[in-house]
């Protein structure tokens, strides 16, 4: 009776088998899952091995830092001239703007971060105010801070702003100016009146159905013949009309993409409570609209960021034109020169727009979840 | 007001308060503020030109044009006309357009399905492909192909070659050309009509409502009226055929078929660039796929090639192809560049070289311009056909 | 709707929203609209006849067909008057290159010099007494001529070369030359090329929207050469084509090369071929239809000119007023008073030469044998040297 068994605590358990554990079961399952897996990753293996030392190589090892001129570079064997980077680093952020008012570009910077940054990251900091800020004061500010003429401030000629500085003024105004009249555009398109909905269609279809770089030349050589006699416009500032019309149109259908995910019930809710029009669309549909639409605003902005690099066919320089106007300056003429200056412009602008549309992913996320019931 | 009710007459509403009506001058309002901004700028134009006496009109196209291009598709000379190198201009684009969206297409589809993969390895490496091309603009992608690799390339007496037939240096690529003898216009006309043949028969196997058997037989016999029955003509009616083999003579090298450093980096850069944005569009549309497609195809007994080539794709292309249709017509639209690296497109030819020798930036760009909104146009009205046609037709 | 969510991510499209919504009825009256419209906005100031637009017009036809008494009568017309307008803004406006050593060129820290900056500072100092007060557009070679028909600039003073196309279908005027120059060609000494007639079926990189690229054409076809031309917007991209071996030879503009040439990696191993393939006489240009403006300009130009020719220099100016010489009392101010006849100061060419220089001096600052440039003054002589310069008297 007393030779039966019954176990009272449970057995120790057993580790599965050395070659199911850890890294060779993560490598099994990840990398030699079959037979194809397996080949596809020694190709991998090798592509990574013939690309990366030689990067490696260039960017680091064999390269220069440190030097008075381009006489370092010109040696044999040299890898990234990072030297004429160093040495022209100012110029790149700056242009040819003069030194001793270079503040002025770092105080409007500053006041656009501190404008900005409340409304990226989520808080309970009154909104309404900061987008007042960004929308009412801030280009005035910024016109009078950069041009100067007034408040004792000496004028800067916009053919000597340059570099990061145009880059981001010719964006940043873009995305500001589209984005009310990409509203309005949505709206109209989206109206129920024919005239009004086809005049933006016609508007929108046709920004979008031609290159931005003929825009820019119709700005840069046309727009001149449009208006008045003695009446003439800055080069930058056609450019920046150019560029605005150009992007309002694609915002138009980001924001008519926000608008159609709005649920009709709403529209419907706002006029059964006597709303007029604009109050329908300024307190119900466009905050929900707008919200909704925000990771595409984002990436709209990236295509709008990368874009700005156009404005040096027609002779602005950006930071991409004026990293390449330096190729040419004979103090700094090296073999590597050219490479390293478009290894580190792809960079600076690789980093704006990665973390760009690492913030759009992160605002997807949030949406969705806010979304979630 | 009072009166009225009092009265017992019905109330007569303001017309103003009448949505038709408001509507309605609302409508023309806008009509005459767009009317009188238009007939503003015109009318500033047309002052402007004859203020300034500078000519206008399209008679210029017909107009001696006087300079070189360096890859033409149609017959060129320096004393063919303006409107002839229009023309030129236009086909440029056409062709970097047209190469470029096959290997875009090719490179996007294997990238978005890599970015997929189970491999570890593949998918990281497609990720950071993606990542990187994506977020670096275009033109400094294209400034890079042209000008940084480039300056690497040997000079055309050094040129890299693979068998001696194709060549690569700082003149482009140069590889071996076929000449057929005789009427090379015959093999063509005969695989068009196979092609027609094939297309034909698949409707006829399709209308009469066969099994689906059939369907996979009409498949396999369009490869044979396409290129086997040219083959067989070509060797029936016993052509012959020689190659070509490029050669260095004097600068550079001659004979052979070759494309120009210009055209190899636009293509290069504006494939590698958009293939990118379709790998993210295919990715979404894989992922827009449920999973228990892939799981019942696996359940089936079909192998993974299989549930990705006849269960996954053909649904998740419904996704895909609006989105790609935009990047086609980005790709497109992005092929004006060439300015900025001398290729011969329209915008560098016409826009460029043209505009200049004439000064009549009016008329050329309002060319320009139009083209382009065609395109666009014509592209997008018959993806939205395509997009009817595809269309999942639900109960 | 997972197909605008793909749309959303690759950013600007939302293209199945797009293309769903060009199903609407509108799509059509729209397209037609949408064509029509661009279609007829740039067509029209083309089509209209002169006689249409001037009737809408009557009060510009008048000043127009009374000719001068009208002008000075008529408000309108008198605030055309460039000179009144530099005046009210307080300085002088001038399209220079976007960098081209010796001729226009700013330093890193925005100050412009050459010899073309010269002109425009003469320009400011005759009419303002100072020399400083000029500002410059860079521009290219595309926007350089509506820059100054639109009135953005006031004279243009960027190596532009006098044509009779240019001066009579552009609405432009070319007031006088400042460098008598003609097109050249730069080849690599390795090449072991020793005339222009030696490049048969040779690469050739040179400037889009210049009138090189026409002379090109019409040498190798009169001398029966085949060629190939590539064609760039911007001059540094001739420059690192030329570098990176896409060409074998690089022409412009005799004074150009020799300005280029400080841009390559090594420039001693390239070489100017010594043919000089056209006449290339670059000078300012202002607007057609203000004499008086063009005849400030002018003069200003020839006053430098005149300078050298009486041996006053910016060193010396002060001293020469005391000089007995009527010619070179009248130039600087002392006797009579030529400013007054040009409505500017009387002192006018006092200032130019003791601010700006006389001609020779400015040539030597810019782009003479002791600069980097290193080219001696040829054609550019005084004609007493047996040079072209010439300036009519100043009487």
């Known amino acids: 009776m007393s030779d039966h068994f019954v176990r009272t605590q449970s057995s120790p358990t057993l580790l599965p088998p050395s070659s199911r554990l850890g890294v060779l079961q993560w490598m099994r399952e990840n990398l030699f899952s079959s037979w194809a897996n397996g080949l596809f990753t020694v190709a991998g293996l090798y592509l990574l091995t013939l690309a990366f030392p030689p990067i490696f190589n260039w960017a680091f090892l064999s390269a220069v830092f440190t030097g008075q001129d381009g006489s370092v570079c010109r040696a044999d064997g040299v890898g990234a001239c990072w030297a004429f980077i160093d040495a022209k680093f100012n110029q790149f952020v700056y242009g040819r703007y003069p030194a001793g008012e270079q503040w002025r570009v770092d105080v409007t910077a500053l006041l656009g971060i501190a404008g900005l940054a409340p409304l990226l990251v989520p808080n309970r900091l009154p909104k309404q105010w900061f987008v007042g800020f960004l929308l009412l004061v801030f280009p005035f500010l910024a016109f009078v801070l950069l041009y100067g003429g007034t408040a004792g401030l000496?004028?800067?000629?916009?053919?000597?702003?340059?570099?990061?500085?145009?880059?981001?003024?010719?964006?940043?105004?873009?995305i500001a100016a589209s984005l009310p009249l990409g509203v309005f555009l949505a709206l109209g398109r989206r109206s129920k009146m024919p005239v009004i909905r086809i005049l933006s269609i016609m508007f929108i279809e046709l920004w979008r159905g031609v290159p931005l770089i003929t825009v820019l030349f119709m700005a840069?050589?046309?727009?001149?013949?449009?208006?008045?006699?003695?009446?003439?416009?800055?080069?930058?500032?056609?450019?920046?009309?150019?560029?605005?019309?150009?992007?309002?149109?694609?915002?138009?259908?980001?924001?008519?993409?926000?608008?159609?995910?709005?649920?009709?019930?709403?529209?419907?809710?706002?006029?059964?409570?006597?709303?007029?029009?604009?109050?329908?669309?300024?307190?119900?549909?466009?905050?929900?609209?707008?919200?909704?639409?925000?990771?595409?605003?984002?990436?709209?902005?990236?295509?709008?960021?990368?874009?700005?690099?156009?404005?040096?066919?027609?002779?602005?320089?950006?930071?991409?034109?004026?990293?390449?106007?330096?190729?040419?300056?004979?103090?700094?003429?090296s073999p590597q020169t050219s490479t390293t200056g478009y290894v580190f412009a792809a960079f600076v602008f690789w980093i704006f727009c990665f973390s760009m549309s690492r913030y759009s992913i992160y605002m997807e996320r949030r949406l969705e979840t806010d979304t979630q019931r | 007001m009072k009166d009225n009710i009092q009265a017992g007459k019905p109330l007569a509403p303001n017309p103003l308060n009448n949505p038709k009506v408001r509507a309605f001058v609302f409508q023309l309002a806008v009509l005459t503020l767009v009317g009188v901004a238009g007939w503003a700028l015109i009318d500033n134009t047309v002052t402007n030109l004859q203020r300034l006496n500078i000519?206008?009109?399209?008679?210029?196209l017909d107009n001696t044009?006087?300079?070189?291009?360096?890859?033409?598709?149609?017959?060129?000379?320096?004393?063919?006309?303006?409107?002839?190198?229009?023309?030129?201009?236009?086909?440029?684009?056409?062709?970097?357009?047209?190469?470029?969206?096959?290997?875009?297409?090719?490179?996007?589809?294997?990238?978005?399905?890599?970015?997929?993969?189970?491999?570890?390895?593949?998918?990281?490496?497609?990720?950071?492909?993606?990542?990187?091309?994506?977020?670096?603009?275009?033109?400094?992608?294209?400034?890079?192909?042209?000008?940084?690799?480039l300056r690497t390339l040997p000079l055309p007496r050094e040129s890299h070659s693979l068998f001696d037939m194709f060549f690569v240096n700082n003149r482009g690529v140069f590889m071996p050309a076929v000449h057929v003898e005789g009427s090379s216009l015959l093999l063509v006309g005969v695989a068009l009509f196979g092609t027609v043949v094939a297309i034909g028969l698949r409707y006829f196997i399709k209308s009469q409502d066969l099994p689906s058997g059939r369907l996979v037989l009409a498949g396999r016999l369009a490869p044979v009226l396409i290129f086997l029955l040219p083959l067989l003509v070509f060797f029936v009616a016993g052509m012959e055929f020689q190659v070509e083999v490029p050669a260095l003579r004097g600068f550079g090298f001659r004979g052979g078929w070759s494309f120009i450093p210009e055209l190899v980096a636009l293509v290069l850069s504006l494939s590698i660039y958009t293939a990118a944005f379709i790998a993210e569009n295919v990715r979404s549309g894989i992922l827009s796929v449920s999973k228990g497609q892939s799981e019942a195809a696996r359940a089936l007994g079909l192998p993974p090639g299989r549930v990705l080539r006849l269960v996954v794709i053909p649904q998740a292309l419904r996704v895909v192809i609006p989105p790609l249709t935009s990047q086609y017509l980005n790709l497109t639209k992005n092929s004006s560049l060439a300015v900025a690296i001398a290729y011969p497109d329209l915008v560098s030819v016409f826009s460029g070289t043209v505009l200049n020798q004439t000064g009549q930036a009016v008329e050329v760009i309002a060319i320009t311009m139009t083209i382009y909104l065609s395109m666009s146009l014509l592209i997008s009205l018959f993806m939205n056909w395509y997009n009817r046609h595809m269309a999942l037709v639900e109960r | 709707m997972s197909g605008s969510a793909a749309g959303g991510k690759i950013g600007l499209l939302t293209a199945l929203e797009g293309i769903n919504l060009m199903n609407s009825r509108f799509l059509p009256i729209s397209l037609a609209l949408l064509v029509g419209l661009v279609v007829g906005f740039f067509l029209y100031p083309i089509f209209v006849t002169?006689?249409?637009?001037?009737?809408?017009q009557p009060t510009e036809a008048i000043t127009s067909i009374e000719g001068e008494p009208a002008v000075s009568v008529l408000p309108v017309v008198q605030n055309r008057s460039t000179l009144d307008h530099v005046r009210e803004k307080g300085f002088v406006r001038c399209g220079v290159s976007q960098g081209l050593p010796g001729f226009s060129n700013p330093n890193d820290s925005g100050n412009w010099s050459g010899i073309d900056v010269d002109v425009c500072r003469a320009v400011a100092a005759a009419i303002f007494g100072d020399a400083r007060k000029a500002k410059f557009t860079p521009l290219s070679a595309k926007e350089r001529f509506t820059a100054l028909q639109s009135g953005e600039i006031d004279v243009l003073t960027r190596n532009t070369t006098w044509s009779l196309t240019r001066d009579t279908a552009l609405g432009l005027d070319f007031v006088g030359i400042n460098y008598y120059d003609g097109q050249g060609f730069m080849v690599r000494k390795e090449l072991g090329i020793k005339s222009v007639m030696e490049l048969d079926g040779a690469v050739i990189c040179t400037n889009t929207g210049t009138t090189t690229e026409l002379n090109v054409a019409d040498f190798f076809r009169s001398n029966g050469l085949t060629y190939s031309i590539v064609a760039f917007e911007k001059s540094d991209e001739v420059v690192a084509a030329y570098d990176a071996g896409r060409c074998d030879a690089f022409t412009t503009d005799m004074s150009g090369l020799y300005s280029e040439r400080l841009k390559l990696a090594n420039m001693n191993d390239h070489m100017v071929l010594p043919e000089v393939i056209s006449k290339e006489p670059l000078g300012p240009v202002v607007r057609q239809g203000?004499?008086?403006?063009?005849?400030?300009?002018?003069?200003?130009?020839?006053?430098?000119?005149?300078?050298?020719?009486?041996?006053?220099?910016?060193?010396?100016?002060?001293?020469?007023?005391?000089?007995?010489?009527?010619?070179?009392?009248?130039?600087?101010?002392?006797?009579?008073?030529?400013?007054?006849?040009?409505?500017?100061?009387?002192?006018?060419?006092?200032?130019?030469v003791t601010q700006v220089g006389n001609y020779g001096q400015s040539f030597e600052r810019g782009v003479g044998v002791n600069t980097p440039l290193g080219i001696p003054r040829g054609l550019n002589q005084l004609w007493k040297d047996g040079g072209l310069q010439y300036s009519p008297p100043i009487r």
Do not use: C, H
Request: glycine share 10%; proline share 4%; no cysteine.
């Open chain 2, 65 to 149: 044009a006087g300079f070189g291009i360096v890859q033409t598709l149609v017959a060129y000379s320096e004393q063919s006309s303006y409107g002839r190198a229009l023309l030129v201009g236009f086909l440029n684009t056409l062709l970097v357009a047209a190469i470029g969206i096959v290997i875009a297409t090719v490179l996007g589809f294997t990238l978005g399905i890599a970015r997929l993969s189970s491999n570890w390895l593949v998918a990281k490496l497609a990720t950071v492909y993606i990542e990187t091309v994506r977020n670096v603009p275009l033109l400094l992608q294209l400034f890079f192909w042209y000008f940084a690799v």
């Open chain 3, 290 to 352: 203000d004499d008086q403006w063009a005849d400030i300009v002018r003069w200003s130009l020839f006053a430098m000119i005149e300078a050298e020719e009486l041996g006053v220099t910016s060193d010396n100016a002060d001293d020469m007023r005391g000089s007995t010489n009527p010619a070179i009392r009248r130039l600087l101010g002392v006797e009579g008073a030529f400013g007054q006849n040009l409505g500017i100061p009387n002192t006018w060419a006092y200032a130019i």
């Open chain 2, 55 to 60: 000519a206008s009109g399209f008679g210029f």
């Open chain 1, 154 to 174: 000496v004028v800067v000629e916009t053919s000597d702003w340059g570099g990061l500085m145009v880059t981001l003024v010719v964006a940043v105004t873009g």
């Open chain 3, 50 to 56: 002169p006689a249409d637009v001037t009737g809408d």
């Open chain 1, 220 to 333: 840069s050589v046309m727009l001149p013949l449009f208006l008045p006699e003695g009446m003439s416009f800055d080069k930058l500032l056609r450019a920046l009309i150019g560029v605005a019309l150009f992007s309002s149109a694609y915002m138009a259908e980001v924001v008519r993409g926000g608008l159609a995910s709005v649920p009709v019930g709403q529209y419907e809710a706002a006029k059964a409570l006597g709303l007029t029009y604009p109050q329908m669309m300024s307190r119900i549909v466009l905050p929900q609209a707008l919200t909704t639409v925000i990771p595409g605003i984002v990436n709209n902005f990236i295509g709008l960021f990368k874009d700005t690099t156009l404005v040096l066919v027609i002779g602005l320089f950006d930071l991409l034109g004026i990293v390449q106007s330096n190729f040419t300056d004979p103090a700094w003429i």
